[in-house]
């Protein structure tokens, strides 16, 4: 028998949770649903939709080493959905980072960009 699964959070480590999140409701117009302490005397922030959301947690380590992790070490990227990619390419450009990899192959046209610790986002439209 098939259960319906889903991926309800994914959680990723960076060097500023507050800095990631405020990105994340700019660009996606999600919204925090939890913050609070976490392992490691580390901090936690949930940003997302009433779904799903990405946890995004750092520690002091983390926070002092403000790493650029290599793409692909283990994650390749973070696929977003949204209604319209122009607009948050545009939101991407005036948060300082930069667009890269546009393509348009069914099912969608898509664009690339890291974030400050160079982890990798991909954003979608099916539009």
Excluded at 16 to 36: H, N, T, V
Excluded at 47 to 63: E, F, H, M, Q, R
Aim: avoid cysteine; charge should be negative.
């Amino acid at each position: 028998m098939m259960s319906n699964a889903r991926i309800e959070h994914v959680n990723i480590s960076v060097t500023d949770p507050e800095r990631s999140a405020a990105l994340m409701e700019q660009l996606f117009g999600w919204k925090i649903r939890w913050q609070g302490p976490a392992m490691g005397n580390g901090h936690t922030i949930h940003v997302g939709s009433d779904d799903d959301y990405l946890a995004l947690y750092t520690n002091p380590a983390i926070a002092a080493a403000d790493p650029a992790f290599e793409k692909g070490v283990p994650m390749n990227h973070v696929g977003v959905v949204v209604d319209d990619l122009d607009a948050v390419e545009a939101k991407v450009v005036a948060a300082g980072l930069e667009p890269f990899g546009h393509d348009d192959y069914e099912p969608g046209r898509r664009f690339y960009f890291f974030d400050w610790n160079h982890i990798e986002f991909e954003v979608v439209s099916y539009a």
